[in-house]
């Protein structure tokens, strides 16, 4: 991997995200939905970092998608809605909020994309069902630098007055320091980034951390049964303890010690670990 800065590979529209720009083309999409108070901490971040002669596009879910992961309308269309300039609500997930910007609504790539801020966190076992973490990964996808926002809750931030308080403080911070300083590069499944602001008041931000995605031990997304009054079963996905830590070094672990996270994070789901030794086993 190479430095943000001299990846020539990341380069839209004559510019390159690491470098001291004045303005760039910034997409911004969730999975909360158009109307999120998240949303609105994520286009004051970025109209931050576009700068005065920049340009924030929109281009959200027309409604909530929350645990929609990486899912795409494969098999059938979506209705887009020109709300206002620059403003666009897509009845589908993230995912496709993304394909929409980049293939029809923008009319240039932008120079990144930002999802979130996240009503919620996308840490450890959160990753994998995470709309947010969908509509990042789907810009890397399509070649584009990517960074997932998201706002850990918990009781020293939840009743705040602004629970985002947190991400809305440092968000800028933590982005800004990602395309000047971070790690970018150009495989074929790219790097994207994934940051978790830990649940306490911004003043309570102890800094961030690099950690690896954790694991809650012992506790799952599971259902709860309910029977309406016509007498038919209804199941509800119920999310399991947010409050477990996960192994030192790792995202939620970060987040409990009121640090922000930052994972580096890629599509590629394969094992490579094993696969030396699974070749040897299966000769």
Sequence with gaps: MASLAATDALTYSGQTPGEKQSSMRILITNDDGISARG???????????????GEVWTVAPAFEQSGVGHCISYTHPMM????????????????DCVLAAVHDVMPAPPDLVLSGVNRGNNAAENVLYS???????????????????????GPDNAKLDNPFEAAATHGAGIVRALLDRGLWDSADYRLFYN?????????????????AQGWRTETSH??????????????YVAGGRQDVATAP?????????????????RADLTAHDLIEELGTRLE
């Design 222 to 235: 599971g259902v709860m049964p309910h029977v309406s009054p016509s007498g038919r079963k209804f199941l």
């Design 195 to 211: 940051v978790n602001f830990p649940p306490c008041p911004a003043a309570q931000v102890k800094g961030h951390a690099v950690t």
């Design 131 to 153: 709309g947010t973490i969908g509509g990042a990964m789907e810009a890397a996808l399509q070649g584009l630098p990517a960074i997932a926002l998201s706002q850990y809750f």
């Design 39 to 53: 949303l609105k901490v994520l286009e004051a971040i970025a109209h931050e970092i576009a700068g005065p002669n």
């Design 249 to 265: 070094g790792t995202d939620v672990a970060a987040n409990l010690e009121d640090r922000i996270s930052i994972t580096p994070m």
């Design 80 to 95: 887009v809605a020109e709300l206002d300039s620059r403003r666009v609500a897509v009845e589908g997930s993230p995912a």
